[in-house]
């Protein structure tokens, strides 16, 4: 996502995304408001990018010498989402880097087509021990492609 | 839960419950062994039963009069579980008192038969403003019967 | 905690623990009614009694190959807590078993003498590996007994 | 904070902020890799803001009829912080606009000069039932001024 321009719920469809997944909503995640706290966002869209990761074998949590370390994120919110229900989320890749991948995943109200926000983050792939940056696998690049 | 004996995962069943949901895990909800965290079972426990209140409409976060409050709550862990994945919540209910009733949620892997953590909670009704407790009406009797 | 009677506030008092610390509530920590969600005091258990262990070098959360497991908690919420402000946990050991010890954690309102909530759990100690129970070194026998 | 240029942690110094607040981490903000999560940071930046307008007599959770919406968010990390420890939270305004006023939060490990991470987000003040944006009084307007 630009920051620099003012973004509309219409710039993003649930066209955009070809990779999906649900994550059930929970009590804890409404705010005194009755709305899913800003921070919640995150543990969505973080959950959705590593069980990707997951499910293609780019990580496994106790083996992979490489992992992903975040190093920004960002979200928008267009329309507050509220527990009970569910939130469909749909990741796309945004920019793929030497060392590093952009992601965005646009969150919609179950059965419905306007964007309720739009969030990602940029993983920087580095070995656990030391934390070097270390280039994407071509597994990795294939797999990003397919989201691009 | 009767505390007071050591419990084994057989003396629990899925057969055991008849309402059910499906939360899925975030990857947040990992801690550091690389588990689910302890405390995250009472956020899907809460879940599960303020779900029902609403399904059953016996429960309006905006509008009620009479709310629910924790009084005590308890949980055994007989097996691990781990994001990724969905646990399968089965919820019956284990007493029903005067102003209060006594829940329980049978924690499952999926597709597994044996129980992985069975935990609960007393919710006392109470109104909202004072928060002095309040007797169970009928629609919350007959609907809890249903799950006992 | 023995469940079997009906506790009161008084049952507890501040001289009871002898080791504290603080735990800064989070706005997210309330829920709907502008309370501490009851799963949330079950964060504060485990943050207290791991840095406890940590503090007294009986764990190392990279290096250690006998850690803590879970196996039961509980709590009973007396008065509740809200965000903004912090909580005053005061830690005791309940139980000390051959493989096994169980906390209690007493949470009060910063200056306030009557107890908001009594808490804890029991940690089976295991090898990192196979999860097999472990019995406590001569080490955390001696710590524990400083908390009992 | 503008995303156009690479920002680096020598961009930001602990002298930047005037208004100070300490978080405690909790065992449950680590995730797999022993570091706070990334979705965390956001409730410790949410918890400070909300904390300086309610010391400040700019929002009372129950009674405030103009709340806070968060419409945008981000956050950047430079170095990971981890559990346990307390975080020094230092918050300044960076943008104050006619109905919104966008946070920043400077992120330290205790007793260190450079930052681990810099976050925030912009709230839209509306009315609390219809979520339209109201002109931000002259007491949050004079509030925010100390903090630019």
Same mark, same amino acid.
């Given at each position: 996502m630009n920051s620099s321009r003012k973004l509309k719920p219409s710039d993003f469809s649930r066209r955009d995304y070809t990779y999906w997944q649900q994550v059930s909503t929970r009590w804890v995640d409404?705010?005194?408001y009755g709305h899913i706290n800003n921070a919640?966002?995150?543990s969505y869209i973080d959950s959705v990018v590593n069980q990707f990761l997951i499910?293609? +074998?780019?990580l496994d949590l106790e083996k992979s010498e490489v992992i992903g370390v975040v190093a920004q994120s960002q979200?928008?919110?267009? +329309?507050?989402?509220?527990?009970?229900?569910v939130v469909d989320c749909g990741?796309?890749?945004?920019h793929l880097g030497k060392t590093?991948?952009?992601?965005?995943v646009g969150m919609f109200? +179950?059965?419905?087509?306007?964007?309720?926000?739009?969030?990602?983050?940029?993983h920087v792939f580095v070995d656990r021990s030391q934390h070097?940056?270390?280039?994407?696998?071509?597994?990795?690049?294939s797999a990003f492609s397919t989201l691009a």
């Open positions: 409404n705010d005194v919640v966002y995150f499910e293609y +074998q780019l979200c928008r919110f267009f +329309q507050s989402l509220s527990y009970p229900g990741l796309r890749v945004r590093s991948v952009s992601y965005e109200e +179950q059965d419905k087509e306007a964007v309720a926000a739009v969030g990602g983050f940029t070097r940056p270390r280039p994407l696998s071509e597994l990795m690049r």
